[in-house]
């Protein structure tokens, strides 16, 4: 069993920052990509920022520039600092992690959701 837990959404004013967390726990023997993903409300999800194991970044056109993605692999956790925040950036805020179990078995997980809101 694999477990996200996310944390650091909340309201905030445009231009503003905020930085979220998400920490993978349970049965792991390794993780390999994480990153988030986003959903608004009447949207489909859309993926933010993916890192891999290895340090690889990619980042939606949208939050480029923006939003860095970063990870602490000893802890296995995974941020996304986001800054200039926009109105357009309001959504539900997904954790992602693709694991290798203690039994070897390699899945994607994802966490509960976390919420972002943006005022103008």
């Known amino acids: 069993q694999v477990q996200l837990v996310e944390s650091g959404g909340g309201l905030v004013q445009a231009g503003g920052s905020l930085r979220l967390s998400c920490a993978a726990s349970?049965?792991?023997?390794?993780?390999?990509?994480m990153g988030w993903y986003r959903q608004a409300p009447g949207k489909q999800r859309e993926s933010v920022a993916i890192?891999?194991?290895?340090?690889?970044?990619n980042y939606a056109d949208s939050v480029k520039g923006r939003f860095t993605i970063s990870r602490d692999n000893a802890k296995n956790t995974v941020y996304l600092q986001m800054n200039s925040l926009e109105p357009e950036d309001t959504a539900v805020y997904h954790c992602?992690?693709?694991?290798?179990?203690?039994?070897?078995?390699?899945?994607?997980?994802w966490g509960q959701g976390i919420q972002v809101t943006v005022s103008s």
């Open positions: 992602y992690a693709n694991v290798r179990t203690l039994l070897f078995r390699t899945g994607d997980y």
């Open positions: 349970g049965s792991i023997f390794s993780v390999n990509a």
């Open positions: 890192t891999t194991s290895g340090g690889s970044t």
